[in-house]
Nanobody, 115 residues
């Protein structure tokens, strides 16, 4: 189970921090990350961190967002700074787990950035 929190309403230029904790996981977590889906658009990768600490970001968030993990707590964070109205979306936590690389998804948390 993935439980995300930290979404909300913020003005442009503001910051939010998302958290996602994985519970009940019995296999190794290969990667954890964040995706987002804006109204009328496809879900897209925001940022991902693999088990070795390597990270990957969407071009649109590079330099503004930072992903981090606490492996001991099976938790991933997304620090979002300099938020823009186009960052408005439902943000989903993702975990890729086990030998068969199964993807698990959290329920999503709404992030709204007002101009």
């Amino acid at each position: 189970q993935l439980q995300a929190s930290g979404g909300g309403l913020v003005q442009a230029g503001g910051s939010l921090r998302l958290s996602c904790a994985a519970s009940g996981i019995r296999s190794n977590i290969n990667a954890m990350g964040w995706y987002r889906q804006a109204p009328g658009k496809q879900r897209e990768l925001v940022a991902v961190s693999d088990s070795g600490g390597a990270t990957n970001y969407a071009d649109s968030v590079k330099g503004r967002f930072t992903i981090s993990r606490d492996n001991a707590k099976n938790t991933v964070y997304l620090q979002m700074n300099s938020l823009k109205p186009e960052d408005t979306a439902v943000y989903y936590c993702n975990a890729n787990i086990g030998t068969f690389k199964v993807n698990y998804w959290g329920k999503g948390t709404q992030v709204t950035v007002s101009s």
